[in-house]
T-cell receptor, first 111, second 113 residues
Framework: GIQVEQSPPDLILQEGANSTLRCNFS?????LQWFHQNPWGQLINLFY???GTKQNGRLSATTVATERYSLLYISSSQTTDSGVYFCAALDRGSTLGRLYFGRGTQLTVWP | EPEVTQTPSHQVTQMGQEVILRCVPISNHLYFYWYRQILGQKVEFLVS????????KSEIFDDQFSVERPDGSNFTLKIRSTKLEDSAMYFC???????????FGDGTRLSIL
């Protein structure tokens, strides 16, 4: 299976700051998803972004499939953005859809 | 927006007991999955299910685990004889087809005593 690496593992920000989270994957993918895990453990779907750029409010994501990475941008961060951010990738050769998750970035936003 | 529903949200069970975790996937979805997340670790794939049969399973999914779609709407994960190391958050997911994202439920937190 593919390897998914996320960086940084931990990130501490002051409210209002911007941040960039990175996800590298070891092989070609045909599905890349970003999730936010809130303090209650729920996985919130942020983006489905196998390639290109998408924006949703203060969040945006870019995947460069040919270079095997994806970036999640958080602008004007708020305390409610705290939690763990996971990226997960689907092996390009897979037709059945097993997602491989990274270890996540733990984001803490202080007021 | 339709969502994946999991019950119960928290299950506490004695070691050695059987447990069934329940999921109702999004109604027109065709592919179903179980994942688990041990506390503080990454989310790991357990099994995928398509066309009423297991399509792929991980090395974690041993003979103690089974899945079933008994009635066309529910999708269950059974653990026959639970161990302490089965304590984790279990997520159910579904998707419409290969080109669509997986939608995750809120999870069932399983605690084995």
């Amino acid at each position: 299976g593919i390897q998914v690496e996320q960086s940084p593992p931990d990130l501490i920000l002051q409210e209002g700051a911007n941040s960039t989270l990175r996800c590298n994957f070891s092989d070609s993918v045909n599905n890349l998803q970003w999730f936010h895990q809130n303090p209650w453990g729920q996985l919130i779907n942020l983006f489905y972004i196998p390639s290109g750029t998408k924006q949703n409010g203060r969040l945006s994501a870019t995947t460069v499939a040919t270079e095997r990475y994806s970036l999640l941008y958080i602008s004007s961060s708020q305390t409610t953005d705290s939690g763990v951010y996971f990226c997960a990738a689907l092996d390009r050769g897979s037709t059945l859809g097993r997602l491989y998750f990274g270890r996540g970035t733990q984001l803490t936003v202080w007021p | 927006e339709p969502e994946v529903t999991q019950t119960p949200s928290h299950q506490v069970t004695q070691m050695g007991q059987e447990v069934i975790l329940r999921c109702v996937p999004i109604s027109n979805h065709l592919y179903f999955y179980w994942y688990r997340q041990i506390l503080g670790q990454k989310v790991e794939f357990l099994v995928s299910f398509y066309n009423n049969e297991i399509s792929e399973k991980s090395e974690i999914f041993d003979d103690q685990f089974s899945v079933e779609r008994p009635d066309g709407s529910n999708f269950t994960l059974k653990i026959r004889s639970t161990k302490l190391e089965d304590s984790a958050m279990y997520f159910c997911a579904s998707r419409l087809d290969i080109s669509q994202p997986q939608h995750f439920g809120d999870g069932t937190r399983l605690s084995i005593l």
